[in-house]
């Protein structure tokens, strides 16, 4: 009985895999009919890493709902934080026959395997705000210039540390809460950190660098162990926005958690320019904060994508940059709502 | 009274018996799976398109060799967390070994700089035996950090779950220390290969987990060491009684299930071309899921590889329908865990319908 059982279930399996190989041309054959027979209908995937931060909340939302609006359909995954398991998720919508492919990937390696998926299948793929760390491969990348927009940030801190500099004659002791460095964001920002801050060398004691991965429960272990180890930290950029909470839970027993111009103040900035941020700033917490401007860059990301897909291009391969800039409590009054996460909070 | 039960089951219609057959029947799972399969085929055409069966059985070789690992635990009553940081581990030394070329900018700062890698590559960067040799070194990393485990299980009787849990928290640190948290990339064409291409129409790592399998099965299925394994996760002190020397049989589980997660880290290395600190770091619940389901009991003395592999075969192609399906994230890990929790309610089920019916038979036949 037991062999027959496995026999029978044997044949099975092959039949199916006869099935699945005998497809193949008719998988071939409905490629190139979808978009004919549908009239142009298309369906994209949206490959994303996780959605714990306002930055990708609002990301996710803006290229979704505009794709939804002009008619397109949307296929979603979240890879979780897991690298394979994103490479899996593409592997599995280039299986489903998608137009194009949007990614959010995992890092900027990630972001390479998941392009030579693509480029294998001959679909067009964009990496959205995390560039791939090698140039192998054709992908629309669209990113903010990270450095400069970080550097414009950290530019009006020092100039904030330069009077109190003036005031006091003591030296200020940067802090710099590092992203995933396997990010080349995290990087850049950190350049541009550096950028600033070496303008004025002066001023300043050693940065202390603390390590995030992008990942707030580390972030608070490993600031809680600088700040107890350099509890004279009065100068502080987070790389991302979404740590504002996190740095808040360990300064404010310190008492260092109070307005600008106010005994104990940090100086503080950070990157993304999310609804926290921007809270943040309007309570005059933190100097500024360093904007990606996501509702563009989501632009940037639709257009790139359906303009590939019109002209027929199945590797398209640029580089489509989103300027960004810094919003700080000197140009508020101008620049305020040009911030996407002061749009959200008024929505 | 005994006799009249077991005339009550003779009497049972034909189809019933049957249904009750398959149910107790050690195909169960895989039988399970083809139905669910067919099933779904109306609703998600594409699962049997050619593309998507290689997708498929491309994520299950790693995830099969990685639970046939853990099936020699799960036979001991054990568990092996720390399984997911052993294929994190050793991704980062094969692959550092092997690299081609490291950026200074990047690598300066690591501890690996300067005594192993440079500029140029690894110790073994440009050789022919770059790749085997890198592998045949993670299999003996794997395999020496499950002895370490099997050491402090046997020797000392810790248990299980503290042990691989202290091993996995400590070689995840480890693996982001030796990088600081950068991956490896750079590395050669032929290992890309190993986890993308194929010898004719087989797999590279279909073909090195097929091996590992069968070996895997022989010693389960064949040899003495295997009657021990599952003696000794029946009734430890039984089998000491019955003079099976349960530590070295300890030790021997514990060092397969390393030497198998090191394998699954050069899959999943070679198929991503790059060595990751934090690969496998989530994939604890498909592991010890995918063996549960396929029949493995978490309380030792009962497992086969065969059942493993339906195990494997039915959670790989579950998470390929979910993601066919379009459904989050969140009802995918939803789904996944009503599965596993299903499966370990069938096995409690199965179990005692299974002990009922050979008291029943034993008595009245």
């Known amino acids: 009985m037991k062999k027959r059982v496995s026999l029978l279930l044997a044949l099975v399996m092959l039949a199916t895999m ?15 009919s979808t978009s004919s027979s549908e009239g142009g209908s298309k369906t994209i995937a949206l490959c994303t890493e996780d959605l714990e931060t306002e930055f990708w909340v609002a990301a996710h939302k803006a290229i ?72 192998e491969g054709a992908n629309i990348t669209v990113v903010c210039d990270n450095a400069t927009v970080a550097e414009a940030c950290v530019d009006y801190m020092v100039e904030e540390a330069e009077k109190k500099f003036d005031k006091t004659g003591e030296k200020l002791t940067p802090l710099i809460m590092v992203g995933d460095l396997g990010d080349p964001n995290a990087i850049a920002r950190k350049e541009g950190f550096y950028a600033a801050i070496e303008k004025k060398p002066e001023l300043f004691n050693k940065v202390i660098e603390v390590p995030t991965e992008w990942d707030a429960a580390t972030a608070l272990a490993n600031l809680q162990s600088a700040v107890q180890a350099n509890p004279d930290v009065d100068f502080l950029f987070t790389s991302s926005d979404f740590l504002f909470p996190t740095i808040q839970s360990v300064l404010e027993p310190l008492g260092k958690w109070v307005k600008v111009g106010e005994e104990g103040h940090v100086i503080m900035g950070g990157l993304d320019g999310d609804a926290t941020a921007g809270e943040l700033i309007d309570e005059g917490i933190i100097e500024g904060t360093g904007v990606q401007d996501v509702y563009n860059e989501a632009d940037l990301a639709i257009s790139g994508i359906l303009d590939a897909i019109e002209a027929g291009e199945t590797q398209p391969d640029e580089i489509r940059e989103d300027p960004g800039f810094a919003l700080t409590q000197g140009n508020l009054k101008e620049k305020r709502m040009d911030m996407w996460g002061n749009i959200l909070r008024e929505q | 009274m005994s006799a009249l039960k077991s005339e009550t089951y003779r009497q049972k219609k034909p189809a019933k018996q049957v249904i009750q057959r398959i149910f107790l029947s050690e195909y169960f799972i895989l039988i399970m799976s083809l139905i ?109 950090i499950g002895l370490f485990n099997g050491f402090f299980v046997a020797r000392f009787k810790m248990p299980p779950f503290m042990v691989t849990l202290v ?118 619940m498909d592991i010890v899921g995918a063996a549960i389901i396929g029949g493995t009991s ?53 179990t005692k319908l299974m002990t009922r019916m050979s008291i029943v038979n034993g008595a009245g036949v």
């Open chain 2, 36 to 144: 669910y399969f067919v099933c779904v085929i109306p609703f998600a055409p594409r699962i049997i398109s050619q593309s998507n069966l290689l997708n498929l059985l491309s994520n299950l070789w790693p995830l099969l060799v990685i639970a046939i690992g853990q099936t020699f635990v799960l036979l001991l009553g054990g568990i092996d967390l720390s399984q997911v940081s052993i294929i994190g581990v050793t991704s980062v030394i094969g692959t550092a070994l092997m690299s081609n070329s490291f950026d200074p900018a990047i690598f300066e700062g690591t501890p690996l700089w300067g005594w192993l890698i440079h500029e140029n590559g690894g110790p073994l960067a440009g050789s022919a035996a770059s790749v085997p040799v890198s592998i045949f070194v993670m299999l003996i990393i794997g395999t020496l």
């Open chain 2, 167 to 284: 091993t996995q928290m400590f070689l995840l640190s480890f693996a982001i220390y030796l990088t600081q948290s950068r991956n490896i990339m750079g590395l050669p064409e032929s290992f890309s290969a190993f986890g993308t291409k194929s010898l004719g129409f087989i797999p590279y790592a279909a073909i090195f987990v097929v091996l590992i399998a069968l070996g895997a099965h022989f010693i389960l299925a064949k040899m003495v060491l295997g009657k021990w394994i599952y003696a000794s996760g029946e009734n430890e002190v039984a089998s000491v009684v019955s003079g099976v020397p349960t530590k070295k049989v300890t030790l021997f589980c514990y060092a397969m299930s390393g030497f198998c997660a090191a394998a699954g880290s050069a899959i999943y290395s070679a198929r991503l071309g790059m060595g990751r600190p934090t690969l496998g770091e989530d994939i604890m």
């Open chain 2, 298 to 350: 978490l309380s030792g003395g009962k497992g086969k590889v065969m059942w493993t592999l339906f195990g494997v075969f039915f959670f790989t192609l579950l998470f390929n329908t979910l993601n066919l399906f379009n459904l989050s994230y969140f009802t995918i890990n939803i789904v996944k865990g009503l599965v596993i929790l299903a499966a370990a309610f069938l096995d409690v089920i199965r």
């Open chain 1, 18 to 32: 006869f099935v699945g190989c005998a497809d193949k041309k008719g998988e071939e054959g409905t490629s190139t």
């Open chain 1, 64 to 135: 979704v709902d505009t794709l939804e609006e002009q008619g397109i359909k949307v296929i979603e995954t979240n890879c979780q934080g897991d690298a394979n398991k994103q490479l899996e998720q593409v592997k599995d919508v280039i299986t489903q026959n998608v137009d194009g492919i949007i990614v959010i990937p995992k890092d900027g390696d990630t972001a390479v395997a998941v392009t030579k998926e693509a480029n294998n299948a001959d679909i067009p793929i964009v990496i959205f705000n995390r560039p791939p760390t090698s140039d």
